[in-house]
């Protein structure tokens, strides 16, 4: 293994924004991202940080990351989200997509969280079926619901 699993810091932001912006891409969304590197900072570092971040470093370049986020589930309790997990497209195979998630898994493990969620898409074949490979549960008769920023303001102006 010639990388490093490492919790992300601050300075590692413009990287991570990067390959947030090549996820989005490759799920066919490239004009979908519209945070900055200055909004990342802010939630992942400020007092009360709204995310937790690890990545995975080559060679001093950030190849790829696990971001995710505490919840709660009315049904098991304290729950983690996993938000995103990217590898830059030239350093897949390398194992450190493996290397992300199970740095994840243990955090969620050793903090004693019930349970790990994320979304993955249907045509996403190849990470579905490593998912499954580790144990996790593939919920396909469940669909993911999201209210966009344009959408609830005009929900909360005519209500």
């Known amino acids: 293994m010639d990388f490093i699993v490492r919790q992300g810091e601050e300075n590692d932001m413009h990287s991570v ?3 947030i ?3 989005a891409v490759f799920e066919k969304e490239p004009d979908a991202v519209d945070i900055s590197v200055t909004d990342l900072i802010n939630d992942g ?9 690890f990545v995975a470093e080559q060679e001093n370049q950030i190849i790829g990351i696990a971001l995710f986020y505490e919840r ?3 049904w098991k309790g304290r729950t983690i989200h996993l938000e995103d997990l990217i590898v830059t497209k030239n350093k897949q195979k390398i194992g ?9 898994l ?10 790990v969620a994320w979304e993955v898409i249907d045509w996403n074949v190849n990470a579905i079926d490593f998912y499954k490979s580790t144990g996790a ?14 959408n609830l303001a005009k929900f909360i102006q005519n209500n």
């Open 137 to 150: 549960t593939y919920l396909k008769d469940w669909s993911v619901v999201q209210m966009n920023k344009e």
């Open 17 to 19: 924004l990067d390959l």
């Open 21 to 23: 912006t090549e996820l």
């Open 106 to 115: 243990k955090y969620a493990f050793d903090h004693d969280f019930n349970r």
């Open 72 to 74: 709660y589930s009315t």
């Open 45 to 53: 570092f400020s007092e009360n940080p709204k995310f937790k971040i």
């Open 96 to 104: 450190a997509g493996k290397a992300l998630y199970t740095a994840v």
